[in-house]
C-alpha cells in the first residue's frame, strides 16, 4: 500500500525558511515522479512543484519559483521542499503526491498534508 | 498562468446526473488532453477520479465520467450518491510545463 507521510509544517514568521519532508512507501520510491501541492485555508488546489524518478528535472509554478526548491533522496525514500522568504501567501497545508506512473504526471496518492503558517 | 475555470458550485439529487464544466485556453486544455480530475471531501487529501480526459484508475466507479471539446473539459456523475458530496477539482498540464488546477466546484446532494 502507498503511503505518503508528510512533516517539517509549522508556524514560521514572514520572510523565514522551512523545510517540509516526505516519506513514502510501498511502491519503488525512485520510479517515480514526485509532486506538491497546497491549498490554503478554505480555499481551492494549487500545484506548486513537480520533480521526475531520478531528480534531475524539476518544475515549478511561477508563484515559489526562485524561493522554493524541491528535491528528493531515493535512498531514503524522501521528497523535500524547501520553502524560503516566506510570506502570509504562502499559508497553507502542503501535500505531497506520488504520480500514476508515465507522462505528464498525474496525482494518483497523496498524503495528509502539513500545515505551514506564515504570520508575524 | 491563470486557474482554470469551474462553476462554484453545483447541486443535485440522489440518482440524478450532473455535470462538472472546466473551461481553459489554448496553453492548457487546448493544448493537449493531459486532464484530469480530483474528488476531495471534507478534511480529507484529494484523490484522482479520472486522467488522460475520461480514463478511470483502478477502483473508481464507472458512474464517474469525463470529456473535453477544445478548450473545455467536463466531468459527469450519473447516479448520485450521498457519498459524491465533495468539491472537485480539474487539473491540466500546460504548454508551459507547469500543471494548473480549476477553482474547484462544491457538489451538495439535496
Known amino acids: 500500500e502507498v503511503q505518503l507521510v508528510e512533516s517539517g509544517g509549522g508556524f514560521i514568521q514572514p520572510g523565514g525558511s522551512l523545510r517540509l519532508s516526505c516519506e513514502a512507501s510501498?511502491?519503488?520510491?525512485?520510479?517515480?515522479?514526485m509532486i506538491w501541492v497546497r491549498q490554503a485555508p478554505g480555499k481551492g488546489l494549487e500545484w506548486i512543484s513537480a520533480?521526475?524518478?531520478?531528480?534531475?528535472?524539476?518544475y515549478y509554478a511561477d508563484t515559489v519559483k526562485g524561493r522554493f526548491t524541491i528535491s528528493r533522496d531515493n535512498s531514503k525514500n524522501s521528497l523535500y521542499l524547501q520553502l524560503n522568504r516566506l510570506t502570509a501567501e504562502d499559508t497553507a497545508v502542503y501535500y505531497c503526491?506520488?504520480?500514476?506512473?508515465?507522462?505528464?504526471?498525474?496525482?494518483?496518492?497523496w498524503g495528509r498534508g502539513t500545515l505551514v503558517t506564515v504570520s508575524s | 498562468q491563470s486557474a482554470l475555470t469551474q462553476p462554484a458550485s453545483v447541486s443535485g439529487s440522489p440518482g440524478q446526473s450532473i455535470t462538472i464544466s472546466c473551461s481553459g485556453t489554448?496553453?492548457?486544455?487546448?493544448?493537449?488532453?493531459?486532464l484530469s480530475w480530483y474528488q476531495q471531501r471534507p478534511g480529507k487529501a484529494p484523490t484522482l477520479i479520472l486522467f488522460?480526459?475520461?480514463d478511470r484508475p483502478s477502483g473508481v466507479s464507472n458512474r464517474f465520467s469525463g470529456s473535453k471539446s477544445g478548450n473545455t473539459a467536463s466531468l459527469t456523475i450519473s447516479g448520485l450518491q450521498p457519498e459524491d458530496e465533495a468539491d472537485y477539482y480539474c487539473?491540466?498540464?500546460?504548454?508551459?510545463?507547469?500543471?494548473?488546477f480549476g477553482g474547484g466546484t462544491r457538489l451538495t446532494v439535496l
Open positions: 503526491a506520488k504520480d500514476l506512473g508515465g507522462w505528464p504526471f498525474y496525482f494518483a496518492n
Open positions: 510501498g511502491f519503488t520510491f525512485r520510479g517515480y515522479g
Open positions: 520533480i521526475t524518478g531520478g531528480g534531475g528535472v524539476t
Open positions: 489554448a496553453s492548457d486544455l487546448g493544448y493537449n488532453n493531459y
Open positions: 488522460d480526459v475520461s
Open positions: 487539473n491540466s498540464y500546460t504548454s508551459f510545463s507547469t500543471w494548473v
